[in-house]
C-alpha cells in the first residue's frame, strides 16, 4: 500500500513483512494444505515429494520435483502383482465386554462415538478437513459427504481420517471421557 501511495519503503519494513508472511505460512496455509492433501496420499505406497510454487504472476503450482521411488525399490524381493499392505482394524471392548471390530473402521469409529455421546464428542473439538467430526451440515466439498455419516437427523460424523489417525482419535476420546474402553489395533488375516 505505501509504494502505491507513493510512499517509500524501508528495507526493514520489506524484511518484516517478508517474516510475517512466512510466519502465516507456517502456521495457517501449509497445516491446512497438509489437512486436505495428507490423507489423500497416505493411501500410495511409495515416496514421493511435491514441489509448491506461488506466484502472483501465475497462482499456485504443485509440481513433483522427483520421479516416485519403485515400490520395486521399497519391497526388494516381492513381486509388485503380489504386494499386499497390512491392513489393520480397529478393536474395541466396551466395558460390559461387548466388542466392536468391523472390517470397515469406520464403523467401529462411530459406533464409539454414539457411545461416548455424540454432544460429547463435539465438545472436545477434534478437528478433520477444517470443521469439527461432529457436525449439524454436510461438508461444503461434495467429495467428502460419503465420509459423514449420519448418527441422527441432522447431526454427521466426519470418518475422513486414516485407521491410524481413528485410533488416536477413539484413544483420545476414551481419556478425555474416561469411558474405559480397551482400544487396540489389529492386523487383518
Do not use: W
Not at 84 to 112: E, L, Q
Not at 139 to 166: A, C, I, W
Amino acid at each position: 500500500m505505501l509504494e502505491t501511495l507513493g510512499l517509500p519503503v524501508s528495507n526493514e519494513q520489506l524484511i518484516a513483512i517478508a517474516q510475517m508472511e512466512k510466519e502465516y505460512l507456517r502456521d495457517e496455509i501449509i497445516p491446512l494444505i497438509k489437512q486436505e492433501l495428507e490423507p489423500m496420499v497416505k493411501k500410495l505406497r511409495n515416496q514421493f515429494n511435491l514441489k509448491v510454487v506461488y506466484s502472483k504472476e501465475n497462482g499456485l503450482d504443485i509440481q513433483l520435483s522427483e520421479p516416485a521411488i519403485q515400490s520395486a525399490n521399497l519391497f526388494p524381493g516381492t513381486d509388485e502383482r503380489n504386494y499386499r499392505k497390512k491392513k489393520y482394524f480397529i478393536r474395541v471392548v466396551f466395558p460390559n465386554n461387548r466388542v466392536s471390530c468391523h472390517k470397515i473402521v469406520a464403523n467401529t469409529f462411530v459406533d464409539v462415538i454414539k457411545y461416548a455421546g455424540v454432544e460429547n464428542v463435539e465438545r472436545l473439538g477434534i478437528m478433520a478437513l477444517g470443521q469439527n467430526i461432529i457436525s449439524n451440515t454436510l461438508h461444503e466439498k461434495e467429495q467428502y459427504h460419503p465420509y459423514q455419516r449420519e448418527v441422527s437427523p441432522g447431526v454427521y460424523v466426519n470418518t475422513f481420517l486414516d485407521t491410524d489417525k481413528k485410533y488416536e482419535v477413539l484413544k483420545m476420546i476414551n481419556r478425555e471421557l474416561n469411558l474405559n474402553l480397551t482400544i487396540e489395533k489389529v492386523l487383518s488375516d
